[in-house]
């Protein structure tokens, strides 16, 4: 009896591994498709401004985000992108304007501990952009950011890594 259960317990080992074998390839498939989805994004692209992102969900346009969009005609503005539109250049890529941001949020959050300038500045240019385009969303209410204003204010504020945080879903509580 020991001998079959050692049998049916490598039988088991054997089927488990062939399950991993076969759920990683499944999931290798699944990287492929959507690393063949990303080049194509740039053609979806209407502003000329926006740059593949890491994350499929993450390459949107500004012209495919109404909120987006609405700013762009409330200000009667006739540009192809948000990057190019005064309101977005003051209010997220202006140093002076960000650290009075950053005050604001410092006496509702606290400090943001070890976090170099540079990383302070695009938290509080994401948020800006947020406000800017969508008002007070809430708390831990998020929307994915057009490529391009990701991309402009990762460049003016870039981190000497070049590695950056995409979007992260809420933590729940």
């Given at each position: 009896?020991?001998?079959?259960?050692?049998?049916?317990?490598?039988?088991?080992?054997q089927?488990?591994?062939?399950?991993?074998?076969?759920?990683?390839?499944?999931?290798?498939?699944?990287?492929?498709e959507?690393?063949?989805?990303?080049?194509?994004?740039?053609?979806?692209?209407?502003?000329?401004?926006?740059?593949?992102?890491?994350?499929?969900?993450?390459?949107?346009?500004?012209?495919?985000?109404?909120?987006?969009?609405?700013?762009?005609?409330?200000?009667g503005?006739?540009?192809?992108?948000?990057?190019?539109?005064?309101?977005?250049?003051?209010?997220?890529?202006?140093?002076?304007?960000?650290?009075?941001?950053?005050?604001?949020?410092?006496?509702?959050?606290?400090?943001?501990?070890?976090?170099?300038?540079?990383?302070?500045?695009?938290?509080?240019?994401?948020?800006?952009?947020?406000?800017?385009?969508?008002?007070?969303?809430?708390?831990?209410?998020?929307?994915?950011?057009?490529?391009?204003?990701?991309?402009?204010?990762?460049?003016?504020?870039?981190?000497?890594?070049?590695q950056?945080?995409?979007?992260?879903?809420?933590?729940?509580?």
């Open positions: 009896r020991k001998a079959d259960n050692m049998a049916s317990t490598d039988s088991e080992a089927s488990d591994a062939t399950v991993s074998i076969s759920d990683l390839s499944s999931d290798e498939q699944k990287d492929e959507e690393n063949e989805l990303k080049p194509t994004f740039c053609h979806r692209c209407q502003c000329q401004c926006c740059a593949v992102m890491p994350l499929v969900m993450e390459c949107i346009c500004c012209r495919e985000i109404d909120e987006v969009q609405g700013k762009m005609l409330r200000r503005v006739n540009a192809s992108c948000i990057t190019e539109v005064d309101s977005f250049q003051t209010c997220c890529l202006n140093p002076d304007v960000l650290r009075v941001a950053y005050y604001a949020y410092v006496d509702h959050h606290g400090r943001m501990e070890e976090a170099t300038s540079h990383e302070r500045y695009r938290y509080i240019a994401y948020r800006q952009f947020v406000r800017l385009c969508w008002g007070h969303l809430g708390r831990a209410v998020r929307v994915t950011l057009p490529s391009c204003a990701v991309n402009k204010i990762r460049s003016t504020f870039s981190a000497p890594t070049g950056y945080v995409g979007f992260l879903y809420p933590a729940l509580d």
